[in-house]
């Protein structure tokens, strides 16, 4: 084992990954780097749950309000940035945590990517104005054609997953899985304590639909809003906003888009815990078990 151990909390939202993610981070007294890829942005706070002022207050928090809504940014630009954060974090104390449902995010800083191949521009275009014109699920049908391997394991609602992919795949003519790293652990300086967080479904779905009632009252409507202007960056495709935009173009109800946005993210949160069963080195733990967790990571600490 490394003498840097980075240790990762994953699971799907609503699940209570900050807060442990904090206790943790306390606990050994360093600092946290988020892999989620939705509160990257700053425009984008009460939709996606990120940590409060008191939260990145008691914990120095990397990547949070990082970047604004009309900037690009891909898991390959995390893992470059991630690992030199990472690195820094290192050099004051041997330990870190890295916390986020994204699992692209979360294996880009754990285990990498391969270099990628230029993609011919044109190709971006096309599919972009697919998009516009057929609608995702053209996208979908093709990238599970010519990619049936990363098509079962990428968030298929994302558009700018999808995108990426095939535009790889038809500019290389090769399966954009045949560019993911296969064997990039031993470029890592750290090894990892993967944490993963689950609970019985009812509960979870019921942490969920507070959570977007929380969201309601706090704002989203409002927030969302503020950002319809914006609405066709990709960084806006996503669960919480895309059905109050739907809302305010007069297609749904208020209570029609609330309802919307709790199945949609009970059906993202299968897709997380989908993914990261994946991943036979992740150890499952209710989250409300933090002696349990704590102690299985000073066990790992101690061994190593």
Known sequence: MNSNTLIVVAGPTAIGKTDL???IALNYRTEVVSADSRQFYKEMSI??????????????HHFVDSI???QTY???KFETEALSTLENIFQKQ?????VGGSGLFVKAVTEGFDEFP???PVIRETLNRKLTEEGIAVLQSQLKSVDPAYASEVDLDNPQRIIRALEVCLSTGQPYSSFRAKNARNKRHFSPIKIGLNMERPQLYDRINRRVDLMMEQGLLQEVERLLPYRNLNALNTVGYTEIFDHLDGKITLDEAV???????????????????????????HPDDYP??????DARLKAA
């Open 68 to 70: 604004s809504i009309d």
């Open 47 to 60: 939709g996606t749950a990120k940590p409060n002022e008191a939260e990145t207050a008691a914990v120095k």
């Open 21 to 23: 993610a904090i206790k």
């Open 292 to 297: 349990s967790i704590i102690s299985f990571i």
């Open 94 to 98: 041997p330990i870190a945590v890295l």
């Open 118 to 120: 230029d993609v011919d």
């Open 74 to 76: 891909s898991a390959g």
């Open 259 to 285: 309802e919307r946005i709790k199945q949609n993210t009970r059906r993202f949160a299968k897709r997380q815990l989908t993914w990261f069963r994946k991943d036979s080195e992740i150890t499952w733990f």
